[in-house]
């Protein structure tokens, strides 16, 4: 009872001294089986408070809350009963009081006193029926509580049964966890780890490095919860970036890559947004970028090995879809012919006059060899910024698309040549030949299979799926597989991505799906690749060595246009215009100039000099590019 609530004890009602009690009906029986007295009635009361004083006074924890509750509303129903019960009483005495000392009363009074005598019997007997009604429940609950009792206990044992095999389930599953974990982290401290069997072999040196903390002087990223990859610096001031950390169950991110194509990408659309009105191609605005951010610029991009990577898939989704849109159908033979013979004479003609002019210059053979492949190139993917759809749907667009497609393939076998040039024995010249040869014989042999017999249900398959995000992920899928194969033989990955293209060129019902899907992505990278251009020019050098750049890359580009003139109007019979259009637009030199050169550089077949004179040149060549198409389009009425 002290737990729940305390019971009001109700006091019967006072009679007032100065009020005049109605008469009491003449032949009024009380309710009670009984004739009962009002000294009975008190001592009744009193018995009742004492009962309940003493079950108060016992302690609670033997009864549930319902039975204390249940028990306490009994006792104060018997209360209330009391109560009236002496309030009757009192006021029948009071009654026969005034009846003894007044007159009879009158008939109004008698039945006003009769009706007041009766409201009180219906009240005695609704408490009646309440505490009848009370003590029964009180019954049923002092039962129910019997059959809960058993059934706890029966629960209580089951329970700790069920604890107890729940407990073992758990201490099993975690155990086997605790196992795997241990298994897992022996996996990752494998004693032939690549640190310790390049040691051990002699392959590999220990250096002194230098760890970056990004998140302050005190706090490391294992104590702040951030999983940021640790960047460390040599004494050559070279920066390396964790790519593949010890513990993998933790999940790193590079955020200095993060905020560098964010960057990269917010400065590209001003950039491009202002080239766009000022009628240039948006690519330069790009490159401009790159010039700014780059590490020769005002050195904010942080990861720019990253990006370089990342941005590869600008050139190969540019080169998938040219050859997406290069169809066998739209090219004449003619337009074939001069694309693959004019291409490799235009080449073969640049390598040997600078060969000529270095051997004149007394300089290395080898030397003026690369310098010419390097220069012989032409960017496509300037081109295709540059033209629009309907002028390389033309003539000479096919003759210039097709030229600079076989500029691309010849890449790749230039990449693999390089090693002849630092070895020249007609031997291992005429083996890596054939193996070139065999190489490229094998890859269109296999991708003339592919188109004939298998493409064709790939892409009905995607087609079917009706599913955008399915052909998009098909596709690229299919780009990057074929990029592989063509790497995986010795080929250039451009040459894998073009052949992809090509490959669905023929299947015209699924060319306009594959360009609508691609062409957001081709983009996307694109803006990445010409921002990683600008990071290979040096402002500062530049300036410096203008003049010098400034002749050398005119003569350049001067030397190209001549070749190209020469080549269509004396071997192929071109008409003049059309000349000069395929001739201009192969006077720039590609941007795949610095991977060959670079490549050159470190075999040492390039002296530093040569190597940044040709970087600069290619630079300058790049910006000037789409400078000079805006002007030459401009003045000239050929170009309209």
Not at 41 to 63: D, F, Y
Not at 206 to 222: A, F, I, M, W
Request: aromatic letters at 10%; hydrophobic letters at 50%.
């Amino acid at each position: 009872l002290a737990t729940t609530k305390q019971p009001t004890l109700i006091a019967p009602q006072s009679i007032p001294k100065n009020r005049i009690l109605p008469p009491w009906p003449i032949g009024f029986k009380s309710p009670s089986a009984d004739p009962i007295t009002l000294a009975q009635v008190l001592v009744k009361k009193w018995l009742l408070v004492r009962e309940l004083q003493r079950l108060i006074e016992e302690a609670p924890n033997a009864l549930t809350e319902d039975e204390l509750t249940n028990r306490a509303d009994l006792f104060i129903l018997k209360q209330k009963e009391a109560n009236e019960t002496e309030n009757l009483l009192a006021w029948s005495l009071g009654a026969l009081q005034q009846l003894i000392s007044t007159d009879y009363p009158s008939v109004s009074d008698s039945k006003a006193r009769l009706q007041a005598i009766q409201e009180a019997a219906l009240r005695a007997e609704q408490i009646h029926k309440a505490i009848v009604e009370i003590e029964n429940e009180r019954q049923i609950l002092i039962e129910t509580r019997a059959k809960q009792n058993d059934s706890i206990a029966i629960l209580a044992a089951t329970n700790k049964k069920s604890q107890n095999a729940a407990a073992q389930l758990v201490n099993k599953m975690l155990e086997d966890i605790e196992n795997a974990a241990d298994q897992l982290e022996e996996e990752m401290q494998d004693p032939n780890s690549a640190f310790e069997l390049l040691q051990r072999s002699g392959g590999a040196s220990l250096r002194t490095v230098v760890h970056l903390n990004p998140l302050g002087k005190n706090q490391s990223s294992e104590d702040s919860g951030n999983s940021i990859a640790s960047t460390l610096i040599d004494s050559d001031n070279n920066r390396y970036v964790l790519t593949r950390p010890q513990d993998t169950t933790i999940h790193y991110h590079d955020k200095n890559l993060i905020h560098d194509i964010m960057i990269v990408l917010f400065l590209g659309f001003f950039a491009g947004s202002i080239c766009n009105l000022l009628g240039l191609p948006v690519f330069f605005g790009y490159v401009c970028v790159g010039i700014i951010l780059g590490p020769h610029g005002y050195n904010i991009i942080q990861s720019t090995v990253q990006l370089e990577t990342i941005s590869e898939f600008g050139v190969f989704f540019i080169l998938f879809v040219l050859g997406l849109e290069f169809s066998i159908d739209k090219f004449a033979s003619k337009s074939l012919s001069i694309s693959v013979w004019g291409g490799l004479l235009m080449m073969f003609l640049t390598l040997f006059v600078t060969a000529i002019l270095s051997w004149f210059a007394q300089n290395s053979v080898k030397e003026g060899v690369l310098v010419g492949a390097c220069i012989s190139l032409s960017s496509t993917a300037v081109i295709l910024k540059c033209y629009s759809r309907l002028e390389l749907a033309t003539n000479h667009g096919r003759v210039l698309v097709g030229i600079l497609v076989m500029q691309d393939i010849v890449l790749g076998l230039m990449l693999s040549l390089l090693p002849i040039l630092d070895n020249l024995h007609w031997q291992s010249v005429l083996w890596n030949l054939l193996r070139l040869l065999s190489s490229l014989a094998v890859f269109m042999l296999i991708t003339a299979l592919v188109i004939r017999h298998l493409i064709d249900y790939f892409l009905r398959f995607l087609d079917y799926s009706n599913n955008q995000e399915i052909h998009l992920l098909g596709v690229i899928a299919l780009c990057l597989c074929v990029l592989n194969a063509s790497e995986y033989m010795g080929l250039s990955m451009e040459m894998g991505c073009f052949v992809a293209g090509f490959a669905i060129s023929f299947h015209t019902l699924f060319v306009q799906k594959t360009s609508i899907v691609i062409e957001p992505i081709r983009d996307l990278f694109g803006v990445l690749f010409f921002t990683v251009i600008g990071f290979h020019i040096f402002p500062t050098f530049l300036i410096q060595e203008a003049s010098l750049l400034l002749m050398s890359t005119f003569a350049a580009m001067l030397f190209k246009f001549i070749i190209g003139i020469l080549v269509l109007l004396l071997f192929f019979r071109f008409d003049l215009n059309e000349a000069l259009e395929i001739s201009f637009g192969l006077a720039q030199i590609s941007e795949f100039t610095f991977v060959l050169a670079s490549r050159g550089k470190s075999m040492g077949l390039l002296s530093r000099e040569v190597y940044y004179l040709l970087l600069g040149t290619t630079s300058l060549s790049l910006l000037l590019a789409p400078l000079l198409w805006k002007l030459v389009r401009t003045i000239l009425p050929c170009y309209t």
